[in-house]
């Protein structure tokens, strides 16, 4: 987008972006509080990278938490079926492995797991759904008894093991062989990530243009006994301004609705906070 030489008055900008509301709602509208808002959006284009948009070959690797806090909080779904938190990971999971793979052939799966406060690396790229789904299926979920797991064995596994394509700035408009993402399956309630950014091989990450980061956090339900908030907010820090980041209680529709909207390709979709999955007006 050409950067505009003059940015048109207050007034000029509200009448031209404000549609006018049904006659059945009432809407207050601030001229000023509008004008922000339009002029943060403008600025944060400006600052975005230019990259294709095209939906190039993922390699995903799959962050899942074996761990729980409570095997007895259940989720439900509408037919009285019953699972434990690591079988309903698992769950959608398969239901995201089968789907990404439906939408492209080619992406490829790596499956990382995080036991104990170690992380382990069980599953290399592959584009064998078969291969990802068995690693998924065969493992076995871990009391959690750590108060904290440290990510930084899991940015030097990634780093390591995982070629993330060089974003060249003359060489923008072409797409990528592929894009790297790492999508965190967290579980635990009572386990607060260790996150630092200082960390060199977490700098390294965020500063590439073709990795991302996902992440969803499962949680029990009665976040005022546990540290929800506290692990919610230090997940955070993986986020570089392109993550998605969900987080859902012992909700299993949620849970279903969470994982489907990872299924967006990262070239193809907006910011989180410019989403919107209402069907039509």
């Known amino acids: 987008m050409d950067s505009p030489d003059i940015l048109p008055s207050n007034s000029q900008i509200v009448a031209e972006i404000t549609p006018t509301p049904p006659s059945n709602i009432t809407q207050v509208i601030s001229p000023n509080e509008d004008f922000k808002e339009l002029q943060e959006e403008v600025m944060s284009n400006f600052h975005k990278p230019i990259l294709p948009n095209v939906n190039v070959p993922e390699k995903i690797i799959i962050c899942l938490d074996v761990c729980y806090d409570n095997n007895n909080a259940l989720y439900r779904l509408g037919?009285?079926?019953t699972f434990t938190p690591v079988n309903m990971m698992k769950r959608v999971l398969d239901f995201f492995l089968y789907s990404k793979n439906?939408?492209?052939k080619n992406t490829e799966f790596a499956l990382l797991i995080l036991k104990g406060n170690e992380p382990c690396w069980v599953q290399n790229m592959t584009s064998n759904l078969r291969d990802i789904i068995n690693a998924v299926d065969y493992l076995n979920a871990e009391e959690c008894t750590s108060e904290n797991f440290d990510f930084k064995k899991i940015f030097q596994m990634v780093k390591q093991k995982v070629e993330i394509p060089e974003y060249k700035e003359g060489?923008?408009?072409l797409p990528p062989p592929c894009v790297v993402r790492m999508i965190v399956l967290?579980?635990?309630?009572?386990?607060?990530?260790?996150?630092?950014?200082?960390?060199?091989?977490l700098i390294f990450l965020k500063k590439q243009m073709y990795f991302y980061i996902d992440i969803l956090l499962a949680h029990e339900d009665d976040c005022s006994t546990y540290k929800c908030e506290g692990i919610y907010d230090a997940l955070q820090y993986l986020d570089n301004g392109y993550s998605y980041v969900y987080e859902v209680s012992r909700n299993a529709t949620k849970i279903h609705d969470c994982i489907a909207k990872l299924l967006a390709h990262p070239l193809q979709r907006p910011l989180q906070k410019h989403t919107d999955y209402s069907f039509g007006s």
């Open 186 to 201: 967290y579980s635990r309630s009572n386990c607060i990530p260790l996150i630092s950014q200082d960390d060199p091989c």
């Open 102 to 104: 439906a939408i492209n």
């Open 79 to 81: 037919d009285g079926t």
């Open 171 to 173: 060489e923008c408009i």
